[in-house]
């Protein structure tokens, strides 16, 4: 599928994935695609930002190459590592057949035969469909040197295997780096990309993507769900719920048949919202019951 040539296609392609996003957000995915420069995403967890790479990806009929990024993932790891097994097999073969011709082994164990692609050289590969979204997953858990490494990746999309030489991609990848912020990236490797800060959606917006993840749950419930989440958000918690929770949630009390919110019900279904057993006992008691309240006033007086 061709790149969309204009915000309203950008927002409208995401939208048909099920991924509702503002204006803002839906601008800067259509410069990355328009301009092949990387996105940076950084927002709190469960806000959608690992989404838009699937919505892209899916939208685009592009295959999704994921780098889910940790403390001390390494340039190896993360590009191309040799089938030592493979290797160890053939050696051993060779010496069966008491082939002693070293060089031409050398070459046939550092071949493509025995490569196995990590995410980044999988993404320099040619690709059906064009190039792939490549989607660098909380570049934040990794350390200072494996950012240098990919700052330098992302400037040519061109890695170095020692034993092959040069790989270039014949075309960049469509590239989303997400960060949570747990720590500060490098500017280096923010200036090369276009930068998006994901917040939380407003009671609107989230309406619609639960509508459109939830499409079972009915309006009325939809609503409490949603005006409660947002409600929420304003407490004081170690880790506030994203959408992604409050679709979670949505399931569950769909799951539970569920028509309309009640201080018993969230009692039951916290752990569907909050992943911290000090947040849970915040609601404990009348907290929930209160909270609950405030919601249903909102609505009221919004109505």
């Given at each position: 599928m061709p790149l969309p040539d204009s915000i309203e296609a950008t927002e409208k392609m995401l939208a048909d994935t099920?991924?509702?996003?503002?204006?803002?957000?839906?601008?800067?995915?259509f410069l990355s695609l328009k301009l092949g420069r990387p996105l940076f995403l950084e927002g709190e967890a469960g806000v959608g930002k690992t989404e838009i790479a699937k919505a892209l990806a899916k939208g685009l009929g592009r295959?999704?190459?994921?780098?889910?990024?940790?403390?001390?993932?390494?340039?190896?790891s993360a590009v191309y590592e040799?089938?030592?097994?493979?290797?160890?097999?053939?050696?051993?073969?060779a010496e069966a057949t008491d082939s002693t011709n070293r060089k031409a082994l050398t070459d046939e164990l550092f071949s493509d035969e025995f490569l196995i692609r990590r995410p980044l050289l999988e993404a320099m590969q040619p690709q059906r469909g064009g190039p792939?979204?490549?989607?660098?997953?909380?570049?934040?858990?990794?350390?200072?040197?494996?950012?240098a490494f990919l700052l330098e990746a992302l400037s040519d999309f061109q890695v170095t295997?020692?034993?092959?030489?040069?790989?270039?991609?014949?075309?960049?990848p469509i590239v989303i780096v997400t960060s949570n912020r747990t720590r500060e990236v490098h500017d280096a490797l923010k200036r090369r990309c276009l930068?998006?800060?994901?917040?939380?959606?407003?009671?609107?917006?989230?309406?619609?993507?639960?509508?459109?993840?939830?499409?079972?749950?009915?309006?009325?419930?939809?609503?409490?769900?949603?005006?409660?989440?947002?409600?929420?958000r304003s407490e004081d918690l170690f880790k506030k719920p994203g959408v992604a929770?409050?679709?979670?949630?949505?399931k569950c009390l769909l799951a539970l048949d569920a028509v309309a919110l009640s201080p018993q019900l969230i009692a039951d279904?916290?752990?569907?919202?909050?992943?911290?057993?000090d947040d849970i006992q915040k609601l404990v008691g009348s907290e929930a019951s209160k909270i609950l309240e405030e919601a249903k006033r909102g609505l009221e007086d919004g109505a």
């Open positions: 099920g991924y509702i996003c503002p204006r803002a957000l839906a601008t800067v995915a295959r999704l190459i994921r780098l889910q990024c940790y403390e001390g993932l390494d340039a190896n040799w089938n030592f097994a493979a290797q160890m097999v053939a050696i051993r073969t792939p979204v490549l989607l660098i997953d909380e570049l934040d858990r990794t350390d200072e040197p494996f950012e295997i020692p034993e092959l030489g040069t790989i270039k991609a014949p075309e960049p930068y998006h800060w994901v917040d939380y959606p407003d009671f609107d917006r989230e309406m619609q993507i639960l509508q459109s993840r939830a499409p079972d749950a009915t309006e009325a419930l939809s609503r409490e769900i949603v005006a409660f989440v947002q409600r929420l929770e409050t679709i979670d949630w949505a279904t916290l752990g569907a919202i909050l992943k911290y057993q």
